[in-house]
């Protein structure tokens, strides 16, 4: 796994030497200071290499003297490529992110990006699973075998504590505390919270836990991961990608099923059975309300699609039968 981790972190920028040092002093930052995995300070230092890389060709000498009009040139110049919106987006937020950092470090007095406007997100609402679909995926591992156990506990949890993909495969035994029914997770920015686990999860992992954890130990190879590999080591974000798919498969749901889409199920089936949105967004881990309330949509498109599918003003030619009544001569409804 430390080998993975380190593979994972972001090289030297491979922008013109003028506008490098500030992208490196950016990135350094933003694992230092803020926490930010990996995989994120990666995805930001290759939007920010190709941005210094078009200024460079444009004249521009460095971070430091670009301006809003050079930085908008380059965004449009992408306009008629194969990025989606949410890619330029996200490239718009990498370069506000490091124009606020010079800011800050007083290597500008302005932030060049203040007045910039990039292309609106049309904010898509998230697939969920029904209850009864779960309940499928969650008794499709039925074996009694180590790999069945270790996957139904995988499932399992995955749906009682709507955790990330990175948050359950990086679980340790000391996060977990099954007497009292609940994680201490570490999710976006190293922020640490708590996260109840339901009786079915609890059952779930203590029966991996004592029955089938040991089959998977390697010598010299196991650390103190709670899902384990064959190999011994920490389960991967990959394989619990593989498992998720195996067993919505054998459960007959048709629709694609991901590990996220059991973390948006969890918010939707809490919020729908009459769960409090800002204890939501605790568990969920999100650090602003206004995500959270995304799943409000989902549960007012779920009553829209029940309202349309029943009510009988609704149904392709629905007319009022013999047996109802007519309305009364004075014009009222009985």
């Known amino acids: 796994m430390a080998r993975l981790r380190k593979s994972a972190e972001p090289k030297e920028s491979h922008a013109p030497a003028a506008f490098a040092t500030d992208i490196n002093g950016f990135i350094a930052f933003l694992g230092l200071e803020r926490g930010l995995s990996p995989h994120t300070q990666t995805g930001y230092q290759t939007d920010l290499d190709q941005c210094a890389k078009f200024l460079a060709r444009s004249g521009a000498s460095d971070w430091r ?4 009009g050079e930085v908008e040139s380059w965004i449009h110049s992408l306009g008629g490529t194969d990025y989606t919106v949410a890619s330029l987006a996200r490239k718009l937020t990498a370069i506000r992110g490091l124009a606020r950092h010079l800011v800050r470090e007083e290597f500008r007095s302005d932030d060049f990006t203040e007045l910039l406007t990039g292309p609106k ?6 697939g969920t699973l029904t209850e009864g679909e779960v309940e499928r995926l969650l ?9 069945s156990l270790r996957d139904r506990a995988i499932l399992e949890l995955f749906y009682s504590s709507g955790l990330r993909v990175s948050e359950l495969g990086g679980l340790m035994l000391q996060q977990i505390d099954l007497k009292e029914g609940f994680l201490r997770v570490f999710g976006k920015g190293s922020k640490e919270r708590l996260v109840p686990v339901g009786g079915r999860a609890i059952a779930a992992l203590e029966t991996y836990l004592t029955a089938a954890r040991s089959h998977f130990v390697k010598p010299k190879k196991t650390g103190s991961a709670i899902f384990l590999s064959e190999r011994g080591t920490a389960i991967s974000r990959k394989m619990l990608w593989v498992i998720v798919k195996k067993y919505a498969k054998r459960a007959g749901i048709e629709k694609p099923v991901k590990p996220h889409l059991l973390r948006h199920s969890f918010a939707t089936h809490l919020l729908g059975g009459g769960a409090d949105l800002r204890a939501i967004q605790e568990m969920l881990g999100h650090a602003n309300l206004a995500t959270t309330q995304i799943y409000t949509a989902v549960e007012e498109k779920r009553l829209i699609d029940q309202h349309t599918k029943f009510h009988p003003r609704n149904k392709s030619g629905a007319r009022p039968t013999h047996s109802q009544s007519a309305p009364s ?5 009985p």
Do not use: F, K, Q, Y
């Not at 008794?139 to 790999?147: Q, S, T």
């Not at 001569?329 to 409804?333: D, V």
């Open 139 to 147: 008794a499709a591992p039925a074996g009694g075998d180590p790999i």
């Open 329 to 333: 001569a004075t014009g009222e409804n």
């Open 65 to 68: 003297n670009v301006t809003a």
């Open 121 to 126: 997100l049309a904010r898509r609402i998230p």
